[in-house]
C-alpha cells in the first residue's frame, strides 16, 4: 500500500485532476483506489458527487477533515490512496500532517517559468524537510507546443529537483470532466481522448517503476 499526497501551495495547478484521472488509470491497471479529498474547497468529493446522476466513478473516495486520520487508512484494503491536497500557502499545516502519513509526493505544475517559482518553494519548505521523495509532474502541456515541457523540464533540471519523464497535456476533456462527473477513462475512445488517457497511463508506469526499484533497494 502506498500513500501518495498530491500537492503545491499554488492554486488551480490541476491537483485534483492529476489526482482523480491518476486514480482512474490505476484503477483501470488493477490497483484497489482510494481517493482522499482533504481539501476544504471539496473539489474532488464535488466531481464525485457530480458523478452520481451517472455512472459513478469506478473508484472510492472519501473526504477527511481530519488528515491525521491518515495513519489509520493505512490498514483499509487498497493498493494506492490518493490524497488531493488544498493549493494554498495557508493550508501548509494540512500539508504538513498529510506529508507525515505519505509515502510518496507528486506536484503539478504549470509548464511557465513563473509557475516554477511556487513549485520549488513547495519542495524546498515543505516536501523536502520531511524527508518524502517526490517528483514535479508538468500539467496543462500545450499539444500544439509540446516543445513548452522541454523548456520547462530544462529550468527544472536546473533547480535540482526530480521530475516525472511524463507530462500531462491539456485537453477540453480534463476541463469537462469535474461537471460531468467522469473520469478520462470513461470517455469514449477518440483521437484526443486516447491521448490524454495515454499521459495518465505513463504517469501510472513511472510510478510503479519507481516503487518497483525502491522495494529492490530495500
Ligand atoms: N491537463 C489539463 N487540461 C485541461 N484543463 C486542465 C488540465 N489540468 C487542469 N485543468 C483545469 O484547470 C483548472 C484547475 O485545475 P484543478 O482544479 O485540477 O487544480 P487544483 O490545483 O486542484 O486547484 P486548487 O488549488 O483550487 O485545488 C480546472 O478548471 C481544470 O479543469
Ligand atoms: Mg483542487
Known amino acids: 500500500m502506498r500513500i501518495i499526497a498530491i500537492a503545491n501551495q499554488k492554486g488551480g495547478v490541476g491537483k485534483t485532476t492529476v489526482t482523480m484521472n491518476l486514480a482512474a488509470v490505476a484503477h483501470e491497471a488493477g490497483s484497489r483506489v482510494l481517493v482522499v479529498d482533504v481539501d476544504p474547497q471539496a473539489s474532488a468529493e464535488f466531481w464525485a458527487t457530480q458523478a452520481e446522476q451517472g455512472a459513478g466513478i469506478p473508484f472510492d473516495l472519501t473526504t477527511s477533515t481530519d488528515p491525521a486520520q491518515l495513519a489509520s487508512m493505512r490498514d483499509l484494503p487498497y493498493d494506492v490512496i490518493l490524497v488531493d491536497t488544498p493549493g494554498s500557502l495557508e493550508a501548509e499545516d494540512v500539508l504538513t500532517t498529510v506529508l507525515q502519513n505519505a509515502d510518496f509526493v507528486i506536484l503539478p505544475t504549470e509548464p511557465t517559468p513563473l509557475a516554477l517559482g511556487p513549485v520549488v518553494r513547495t519542495v524546498r519548505q515543505v516536501i523536502a524537510p520531511s524527508g518524502v521523495d517526490y517528483r514535479v509532474l508538468l500539467n496543462k502541456v500545450d499539444p500544439r507546443t509540446p516543445a513548452d515541457a522541454s523548456d520547462a523540464a530544462g529550468l527544472l533540471d536546473q533547480t535540482g529537483l526530480k521530475r516525472f519523464r511524463a507530462f500531462i497535456r491539456t485537453y477540453k476533456v480534463h476541463t469537462l470532466a469535474p461537471l460531468e462527473g467522469k473520469v478520462v477513462t470513461q470517455y469514449p475512445h477518440d483521437q ?12 501510472n508506469s513511472e510510478l510503479l517503476t519507481q516503487f518497483a526499484n525502491e522495494k529492490v533497494a530495500s
Open 192 to 203: 484526443r481522448t486516447l491521448r490524454a488517457v495515454e499521459d495518465f497511463r505513463k504517469v
